[in-house]
């Protein structure tokens, strides 16, 4: 049996970028601290920085004192208004990649009838970026909700930092269809797309692949649909404790990839439980004997 851990896997950039503040942060103040919703989406990340006494709000109005941190995904200008009182100090953890698209976003908004994000409208990226779009933007989820659009004289389209590729490529080409004159401005991040090929590739050639990372994490939950569609024996598993026998039966060689917001330590984890169910496993198979007449 060989394990394959796909190249790029795990924490992205930004959200070491976000985690380095926060320690640092920890370390110097003595102040309450607080992150705008939470850090990262891996509840084991959370538990931690619970213990450390760095707790999430979902609103700005929960708290009136303290320090707070804008996560990765970044926030809308009203968020950092809202944030803007006395008593409150704000750290601004936004990853440099989503603030590019945050001045992209408003650039655009000066030129253009819309524009339009590929994106979740439910992600905090997202909706973080409709607040930089001066009323000028509008999400976009899939091709057929693009295909939906009134024409339009001029757009700008891009896409949230995580989408998927594919996803991206289809909503151009309706809006193609739907639109005069189209920017078309590729802001999918490089770890991002480094991290969809790399798990892409593995997923052609392992027996079973297994995608270990939150449930609620946006990239994860894409990098798993990447994957199914080319290897049916693709999991997804929240903690490497839930990988059981079944997902690597027969298997010759099981691939583990995780999202931006997977440790590290989980793919290390999740290596030590295969090896183990494997070793339990041939013990079983060594301990049948055949029947004797
Ligand atoms: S996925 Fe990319 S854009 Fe998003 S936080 Fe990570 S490095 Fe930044």
Redesign the pocket.
């Known amino acids: 049996m060989e394990i394959i851990i796909a190249p790029n896997s795990g924490f992205?950039?930004?959200?070491r970028r976000a985690l380095r503040m926060v320690e640092a942060i920890r370390a110097q103040s003595n102040e309450p601290i607080y992150t705008l919703g939470e850090l990262i989406h891996n509840p084991q990340i959370i538990q931690q920085l619970e213990k450390k006494g760095i707790h999430s709000i979902n609103n700005p109005d929960e708290i009136s004192h303290g320090v707070v941190i804008i996560r990765?995904?970044g926030a809308s200008p009203e968020i950092f208004e809202k944030l803007n009182k006395p008593g409150i100090s704000i750290k601004d953890a936004t990853?440099?990649?989503?603030k590019k698209i945050q001045n992209l976003v408003k650039e655009l908004a000066l030129n253009n009838e819309e524009v339009i994000i590929c994106g979740n409208a439910r992600h905090p990226?997202t909706q973080g970026l409709l607040g930089y779009c001066a009323s000028k933007g509008r999400v976009v989820e899939t091709e057929a909700e693009a295909q939906r659009l009134p024409r339009a004289q001029k757009r700008a389209v891009l896409a949230q930092?995580?989408q998927d590729l594919t996803v991206f490529q289809k909503v151009i080409s309706a809006l193609v269809e739907k639109t005069e004159h189209l920017e078309v401005y590729n802001t999918i991040?490089?770890?991002?797309l480094a991290r969809q090929k790399s798990t892409s590739a593995l997923a052609r050639k392992v027996d079973s692949l297994i995608i270990i990372g939150g449930r609620n994490s946006s990239?994860t939950n894409k990098l798993f649909r990447i994957a199914k569609k080319i290897l049916p024996r693709t999991y997804f598993v929240e903690y490497p404790s839930e990988i059981n026998l079944a997902m690597i039966k027969e298997a010759q060689k099981i691939g583990l990839s995780g999202g931006?917001s997977t440790p590290p330590e989980a793919l290390h984890e999740a290596v030590a439980v295969i090896k183990n169910l494997y070793k339990s496993q041939q013990s079983k198979e060594e301990k049948v004997v055949p029947c004797q007449r």
């Not at 992205?12 to 959200?15: L, P, R």
């Not at 990853?95 to 989503?98: A, E, G, Q, S």
């Open positions: 992205c950039y930004g959200v990765s995904h990853c440099p990649h989503v990226e930092s995580t991040c490089g770890s991002t990239n931006a």
